[in-house]
Each structure stands twice: as C-alpha cells, then as structure tokens.
C-alpha cells in the first residue's frame, strides 16, 4: 500500500512522518504522473490559492478527477479541504468539488486566527478526545446529505467524510495521536481490498 502527499507547498513533509509512522509507504507528490502508483492521497494545509494555482500549472486537475474517479480515497486537511470541498466562500474560489460542503476560509476572525482545542472525534463508533490545532481555519458551514461528521468542536463539524473523501479543517500531522492517520490508512487499505476481489 503507498500513499502519496502533494508536496507543491505547505505541511506536506509531517504527513509523511504521520503516514510512515502508521507502518504505509508514504511519498512526496510532486508530478501528476506519480499518481497512477498510488493508492491514497493526502492534500496537506497551506495555503489554498497558491496550491490551486500551482495545481492548475502542473495541471494536477485532471489526474486528480481520474483518481477520485477510480475511487481512491483523499484526506484534505485545512487547505487540503479547502481544495477538495464542493463551494468555497470568503473570498469565492474554484474547487475540486469532490465532497459536498461549503466552506468559508479563514472563519474563526483575527483574534483566533490560530488555536488549539480539545475536541471530540468518532472514528470506529467509539468517541475519542483529541487534541486539534487550527490555523487560519475553514469553517464548514454546509453539509449535504450524503456527509458523515466524524469531528466535532464544540457543536461544529470539523471532521466529515463522504464516501473515499475525508477531510479536517484542524492539523492532524501536528499532534503526537496518530488515530486520524491510522483511520485515513484503513480507508486506503478498504479500497485497496475491493480491488483485489
Ligand atoms: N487560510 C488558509 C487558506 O485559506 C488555510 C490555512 C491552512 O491550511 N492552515 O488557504
């Protein structure tokens, strides 16, 4: 099992150690080519206009639809989900689109640009609490039908799933609980499974 990040810009190099750390070949993503070997793929934070644009240069859009397509599963955090999402607000954005949610960047205001929170996450029908950082943060502020809150903080989604797509608006990669990691892996083993059968 080998799970790529794209490595154009922002926190790509500690999903990495996060992935490896779980027991996965873990690769630094930077051509389009170097999707076709992999069997997941993590879109890390940073910053999302510069990602889009360096992803429309390297025209990254067309494999990545190809991957989603093949039903390989993503896990976007911050603006890995700001990319991924279906509508994106503050300022308005192109977007993927491959899971059905609004986001508004940057939402939690100056003040709290960048925290840490405890927080409440359900990842095998058990909950468990975690340690969750935000900086410069998405808010999800909507959800379609077809969504799965896995993480909450407070009474908001943070953590949400549809189908082979998984996202945070937090920064699993920059705490030592390794769980989000391990849950996107087991995903990326499920799909990996349903192909051999
Ligand atoms: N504020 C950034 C954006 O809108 C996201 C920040 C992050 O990824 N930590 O792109």
């Not at 937090?170 to 799909?191: K, M, Q, W």
């Amino acid at each position: 099992m080998k799970i790529g990040v794209l490595a154009l810009q922002g926190d790509f190099a500690l999903h990495v150690k996060a992935l490896a750390r779980c027991g996965v070949e873990a690769v630094e993503v930077r051509k389009p080519e170097e999707l076709e070997d992999l069997d997941g793929l993590v879109i890390p934070g940073g910053e999302s206009t510069t990602l889009l644009k360096l992803m429309e240069e390297w025209r990254f859009v067309p494999a990545l639809e190809k991957f989603h397509a093949a039903g390989k599963p993503m896990f976007g955090t911050c603006a890995g989900l700001i990319l991924l999402a279906r509508d994106v607000d503050s300022p308005r954005q192109a977007s993927l689109g491959f899971i059905d949610i609004g986001v508004e960047r940057n939402a939690y205001g100056r003040q709290r640009e960048s925290f840490s929170a405890m927080g409440s996450v359900e990842l095998d029908g058990e909950p468990h609490r975690l340690e969750m950082v935000f900086i410069r943060a998405p808010r999800i502020r909507r959800a379609g039908p077809g969504v799965t809150t896995l993480a909450s903080h407070g009474d908001e989604p943070v953590m949400a799933r549809e189908g082979s797509i998984l996202v945070a608006t937090f920064h699993p990669e920059l705490t030592n609980d390794a769980s989000i990691h391990r849950y996107f892996c087991a995903l990326v083993a499920e799909g990996t499974r349903e192909k051999a059968v």
